[in-house]
């Protein structure tokens, strides 16, 4: 019987490799779509994007925040880090302490196949992935930023109206790239205070920076239109966004904005700013 | 790529032995090798196009080992550049197929790229039809198991070829047959044979970002796990026969079907009956938004993990052929009959030798559907049984007869509907008429003339100032006559002519060597456009003028 009974359960466990999402459910926000015109041109720097998977229950978070934090020392503006929520398993909050998960970030959860945690990549490297302590992370941002950039990013925003953003991208080609791109906003809180695991035990008021509170275009960004050759200039309108939780703090926000290559996601460079 | 390495180990090995017969420690090395070319010049006349290579080639040799239990195989191929109708990605050479095998009555374990087929295919079907310039093979490991005798247990999971590179998707599957006879001891003696199956394949894919076609700032929530299950059953009693298979697919957003939301379903139902003398069956098919590709953007023939099996006559003749359908995977209802009825000897009908007579009768329809949306939605809505547009239907009658000991005739009338929205084009119904006399004439011993002679009268025809691009179009005449010359030898010329409401003229020659395993052929002539299809699987051919070579061998 033990014989018949394994393979059913095989087939069992297959059918449930199958989603289904719910009648009214087919379609989600896209986000907000760029206005593409010629730009004034920003200069080329070459700063490193870390993509940082965590979660309030996950023991080991906080090592790889201070190593991160100890390389924010070191390299300033040239280090972007972005600090992801993961969508389950220690992604999951404490009873009463807020749920940090976002669409994007379980979209890009998914997408790069994270299940350990923490969890990091350079520039969407995938070839690399830091854990724990983040591994010799530092030494690589530093050889990240050592490179010669693809092309310059520029980002700014403005609060127009209460809970309102108006953000412009400029970028310029430092080199030519033919390749398809894509721009991607992505909005980060700082100085969030709430639970988190730690190896030393649960700290109630854990200092959480850098969290991603919300992808603001399509979780793949919005293609990157008319550049290419080297010295080429755009700028990129973006539409009204709303912010949708009114917990959230714009003036301990930034606006990340990067530039990726469409079909293998590395980012090819990137930029934040506050919010005037 | 280890697997790939170690087996091109294994088999320079096995060939430094003996490369005919006996390698590595008493193992045998077979195969195959085959080559085609093309050179073909334009032709306004006919719409062929300049080749700039001026020579093109599809080259494969298939290489297998096998030692007991254990196999390993090897395919190269080559397009250098790939023959007028295939698809200009497959342009470069190298080791397309490899594996390595080990099988045993109750076990075989194959890891590497391997076809397999669950039922009749409908939730999955790896295959290669060199021919339609079809592979779907999968790349990953697959496994078979019988624990008890009666039950077959199939598992695998793999990538899919795409040209030279393997598709983004994940393909994982898993399949049970049980034959109730081998299983259950009451059972093994009755007259009802009864074989139940079930299986179920799911698809991975990466998320995107594809717009909904209602709101540009919404995209679809895409379902990045795709399942497809299938329950089977074959039953055979005394002269009956009864094969069926209803099949469902999940949510499946792609290019295929508009990126709807809709599921899939499929039913097929084969009823025959036969002895001696007489047969009779009836298909019956119902398909509903069941493209199951492993990448949801891909359309074309590549990617599909599953194959819908075609319900009309599969014919050979060229007039036959000239308006062939392909399966609608999107959508259709089907319906077939045949009856063959042999007259015996010595009966006024039957003569000297018998006379056989098959009746074919097929329909095919599409959907009667209500759209309720385009991407992002439910797509539409369609009845189960209700009938939307015509897409083919076909009545023929076929009789073969040997008329003595050195002639044997077959003469073949049939009536085809057949619309071309079928082929992506504007709806439209053509009616033809076809006849087709088949002659074989063994005159000696050493010398055999066969000589196939076909008309077709069709309502369609073809006026490029109308704008009209069907070169089908019209009324055609055929002949076929072919002079096998000893056990080695052949030579054979063949013509089409669209004598009315149609252009073309496509006269060709041929002439042919085999000895042993070994053929080769070498034709000169005009090729006309059209269809290439097998088992409603479909490849475009353009036209060409000129000189056609191949050569197949095995050892």
Redesign the interface.
């Given at each position: 019987m033990k014989?018949?009974l394994?393979?059913?359960i095989?087939?069992a466990l297959?059918?449930a490799?199958?989603?289904?999402?719910p009648?009214g459910?087919?379609?989600?926000?896209?986000?907000?779509?760029a206005t593409w015109s010629d730009g004034d041109g920003v200069e080329a720097i070459q700063r490193a994007y870390v993509e940082k998977y965590t979660g309030p229950t996950c023991t080991n978070c906080p090592l790889a925040d201070e190593t991160l934090d100890a390389a924010h020392e070191t390299f300033g503006e040239r280090l972007v880090v972005v600090s992801i929520n993961h969508y389950e398993g220690q992604g999951k909050p404490f009873a009463g302490e807020p749920d940090m998960r976002t669409d994007g970030g379980t979209?890009w959860c998914?997408?790069f196949g994270i299940n350990s945690l923490p969890s990091a990549y350079l520039n969407r490297n995938t070839s690399k992935q830091y854990t724990s302590s983040m591994g010799n992370i530092v030494t690589d941002i530093a050889t990240a930023i050592a490179q010669q950039p693809v092309l310059g990013i520029g980002v700014s925003a403005k609060e127009t109206n209460v809970g309102e953003i108006s953000i412009g991208v400029d970028i310029q080609m430092a080199q030519a790239y033919t390749k398809p791109m894509t721009l991607t906003l992505a909005l980060i809180e700082d100085s969030l205070a709430y639970k988190q695991s730690t190896p030393n035990g649960t700290d109630a008021e854990y200092v959480h920076n850098h969290m991603l509170r919300d992808v603001l275009t399509?979780?793949?960004?919005v293609d990157v239109q008319g550049v290419g050759a080297a010295g080429e200039k755009r700028h990129a309108s973006f539409g009204t966004y709303s912010v949708k939780d009114e917990n959230i703090k714009l003036e301990n926000c930034h606006i990340v904005a990067f530039v990726s290559d469409k079909a293998s996601k590395q980012v090819l460079n990137v930029a934040q700013c506050g919010i005037e | 790529m280890i697997i790939k390495r170690l087996l091109l180990s294994v088999l320079a090995l096995a060939m430094v032995g003996n490369l005919h017969a006996q390698g590595i420690a008493g193992g045998h090395v077979t195969g195959n090798v085959q080559l085609e070319g093309q050179m073909s010049h334009a032709d306004t006349t006919i719409g062929a196009g300049e080749v700039p290579e001026r020579l093109l080639m599809n080259a494969r040799a298939d290489i297998l080992y096998t030692n007991g239990d254990f196999s390993a195989g090897l395919r190269f191929e080559a397009y250098q550049n790939p023959l007028l109708g295939f698809d200009a990605q497959y342009t470069g050479q190298g080791i397309a197929n490899y594996f390595v095998a080990y099988k045993t009555q109750r076990l075989a374990v194959t890891a590497g790229t391997f076809y397999e087929q669950f039922g009749s295919g409908m939730i999955l079907r790896a295959y290669e039809d060199r021919y339609l310039g079809i592979d779907n093979a999968l790349l990953g490991v697959n496994l078979m198991f019988r624990p008890i005798e009666g039950v077959t247990v199939k598992a695998l999971a793999g990538k899919q070829r795409y040209y030279w590179q393997w598709g983004d998707g994940l393909v994982r599957g898993a399949d049970a047959e049980i034959d109730l006879n081998s299983l259950i001891r009451p059972m093994s003696d009755s007259k009802l044979h009864v074989v139940l199956g079930a299986g179920f394949v799911s698809k991975y894919e990466n998320d995107e970002s594809i717009p909904s076609a209602a709101d540009p700032e919404y995209r679809l929530n895409l379902p990045l796990n795709v399942g497809a299950g299938a329950v089977r059953m074959d039953m055979n009693y005394g002269h009956w026969s009864l094969q069926t298979e209803y099949a469902r697919k999940g949510q499946d957003p792609s290019v295929m079907n508009g990126y709807i939301y809709r599921p899939g379903e499929a039913l097929m139902l084969n009823l025959t009956y036969s002895k001696r003398g007489f047969s009779a069956g009836l298909q019956a098919k119902h398909v509903d938004n069941m493209s199951f590709k492993s990448s949801r953007n891909q359309s074309g023939e590549m990617l599909y993990i599953n194959y819908i099996p075609a319900i009309n006559k599969q014919h050979t003749y060229a007039t036959l052929t000239m308006y062939p359908y392909a399966t609608q995977v999107i959508g259709e209802n089907g319906l077939q009959g045949e009856v063959m009825y042999r007259f015996k000897k010595g009966t006024a009908l039957g003569g000297k030798y018998g006379t056989d007579i098959k009746v074919n009768g097929s329909m095919i329809y599409g959907l009667d559907t209500t759209q309720v949306g385009g991407a992002g939605t439910e797509g539409y809505t369609a009845d189960w049984l209700a009938l939307g547009e015509k897409y083919y239907t076909e009545a023929s009658l076929e009789i073969d007869k040997k008329l003595n000991k050195k002639l044997h005739l077959t003469a073949t009338y049939a009536y085809q509907v057949f619309n071309p929205v079928v082929e992506g084009h504007a709806p439209d119904l053509y009616h033809n008429h076809i006849v087709v006399g088949d002659l074989s004439w063994r005159i000696n011993k050493k010398n055999a003339l066969h000589i196939k002679a076909e008309w077709m009268g069709s309502d369609s025809h073809y006026d490029p100032a109308e704008g009209h691009t069907d070169r089908r179009a019209g009324d055609w005449l055929m002949g076929f006559v072919e002079w096998t010359i000893g056990t080695h030898w052949f030579i054979s010329a063949s013509d089409q002519y669209a004598y009315n409401d149609g252009v073309g003229n496509y006269p060709s020659v041929a002439v042919g060597y085999s000895t042993g395993a070994t053929r080769l052929q070498v034709g000169y002539g005009k090729q006309r456009e059209g269809l290439l299809c097998v088992g409603g699987v479909c490849r475009q051919v353009p036209a060409s003028n000129g000189l056609t070579f191949s050569l197949t061998t095995s050892f």
């Open positions: 014989k018949i394994l393979p059913i095989g087939a297959m059918m490799a199958c989603d289904k999402i009648e459910e087919y379609t989600v926000f896209s986000g907000i779509n979209a998914k997408y399509d979780f793949w960004g | -």
